[in-house]
Every structure is written in C-alpha cells, then in structure tokens.
C-alpha cells in the first residue's frame, strides 16, 4: 500500500494563498507505505525523496528496468532500511508556469536536510534559508556575511544539480 497525495494550501502562511511555492508548508508531501515482509513494521525514514521516485520504484518492484531518462531512484533499498551511501543529500524544485491563474513567479531551487536556496530567476531574486534555526522560513539569509561559504557550496551544488537534470532556460 502506497498512501501520497498532492502538497497542501498555504492558510495564510508567508502571506500566501497557494501551494506552487518552495516553502516548506507546501513542499512537503505526505509518502506512507505497508508491506508486509519487506518494510519493517512502524520504520521511519527521513531519507530526501521525490515524487520522480515513484516511478522507478514500482518498475523495481516488478522487475523492471527503468529507461536511463527517467530522474528518480528506486525506493526500494530506503523501504528496507538500507540507505545506499550515494543517496542524494539535496532535492531540485522547479516552478515555471507564469504568467498564470496562480500568479507564482517562475523558480527553482535546492534544498537538503538543513538549508535551501531558492532562485525566482525572470526576476532574479535569491532566497536561502537555514532550516535548522529558521524551520518557518522568515529570515533570508541570502547575501549574509555569516554564510558566505555555505552560500557559496548552495550555489555551486544547485549548478551541479542543474547540469545533472539538464536545466536550461535563459537565465541560467
């Protein structure tokens, strides 16, 4: 049994009305699963996934290979507690439908465990966040002196990442 749905609505939180953001009240999304045999009862895991993910884990699952053009990974090692150690640490976001009814500006972004950058690139706007003391996201912390160097390893891993999915649009 596989239990997801869509992100929810923000209740006025940031001052917003949507769900398209990449703020985490909508970016998460619930992912329970059963089966018995094979995920241990009551586990847990904090492990970074993705709904790209589903996919190649339903074709594990029945034992087949998924094409090399598909972007998730398997989730079949996590539902039986085995972390391979090239799991990824960071998730890539990306919103491009604007204009639009929603009325949410194009962006895209990173986020890991304790950080997340985001970039509304037409208007070439950057927002990062540190997760660990702002979990509501209300302090940018973009352009402090204080996280030069982790702004600096985001912005280099958010291109790395950008060149792994093959990213492209003008403001790269």
Not at 120 to 149: A, G, I, K, Q, R
Request: net charge negative.
């Amino acid at each position: 049994v596989v239990y997801t749905s869509d992100q929810g609505f923000y209740l006025g939180e940031h001052g917003w009305f949507d769900k398209r953001f990449m703020y985490e009240e909508s970016f998460r999304t619930p992912l329970l699963m059963q089966w018995p045999g094979e995920i241990p009862e009551a586990s847990v895991n904090s492990d970074l996934v993705s709904n790209l993910d589903f996919a190649q884990t339903f074709l594990d699952v029945a034992g087949v290979k998924a094409p090399d053009r598909m972007q998730g990974r398997s989730l079949l090692p996590l539902m039986r507690g085995k972390t391979p150690e090239s799991w990824r640490d960071y998730l890539y976001y990306h919103y491009y439908e604007f204009p639009a009814v929603h009325s949410v500006n194009k962006h895209e972004g990173i986020t890991g465990e304790r950080y997340k950058l985001i970039h509304f690139y037409e208007l070439d706007e950057w927002e990062m966040y540190d997760l660990e003391n702002d979990p509501m996201e209300m302090n940018n912390v973009y352009n402090h002196p204080e996280y030069d160097s982790i702004q600096a390893s985001m912005m280099d891993r958010f291109k790395r990442i950008k060149r792994q999915y093959g990213v492209i649009h003008p403001r790269n």
